[in-house]
């Protein structure tokens, strides 16, 4: 198009110039790159561990990429994605939970842009209760009287797990004539004497805390 501008001299002088608009038109809707997405993750990780970094673009870009996550319940409790990186962080303790499966659904667009968008889904799978308890050490032996009173404490098995929370529980776990005599409390790991040994010519037991 043209413009004229004139001035109100005697005579009349005018001048002309030309403009040209150039319309940017939002021809090619984002897109995520490298999907579907999965991660399988400790429940030990730390609060704000990144876990992974979702990839996008845009061909006609008019702002900046942002993300944003949307769901999927309980998934947005536990998993934030940063909004211009990508990256998706842990954002909460795990072991809050029991679950084994999210499916975290996560939003792409053009800020320039944000009612156009694409949708992707990524499945964290969380490895649970990863180690086994260990024992303070490997053997316990005590020598007692034939003539012990019942109920007496004769030793104190203890055992540690690094998946912390986990509750421990003892519990014996060999033949049927240690179980009749002895008895460990499930929570403390304390063994007690529970029948007379005079009762028995057996003269050792082998008692085996799982």
Known sequence: MRVKAYDRGSPVKEGEAQIGIVVQRNQFPPEFLGG???QT??????????IYTLRGRDQDLQGELRYEVLGISPAPLYFRVNPTAGT???????????????????????????????FTEMTIFVNRNENAPTFSQELYQRTVLENS??????LTVQATDEDERDVLRYELTD???????????????????KKLLTETSRARFEVRPP
């Open 149 to 154: 009173g019942l109920g007496g404490l004769l």
């Open 36 to 38: 579907p997405y999965t």
């Open 41 to 50: 993750i400790s429940e030990n990780l730390p609060n704000n561990t990144g």
């Open 88 to 118: 998706v962080f842990t954002r909460d303790d795990l072991k809050k939970d029991r679950g084994l499966t999210y499916t975290l659904q996560v939003a792409l667009y053009d800020s320039g842009n944000p009612e156009e968008r694409v």
């Open 175 to 193: 033949d049927e004539t240690c179980a009749e005599f002895f008895y460990v409390n499930p929570d403390t790991g304390a063994l007690h004497l």
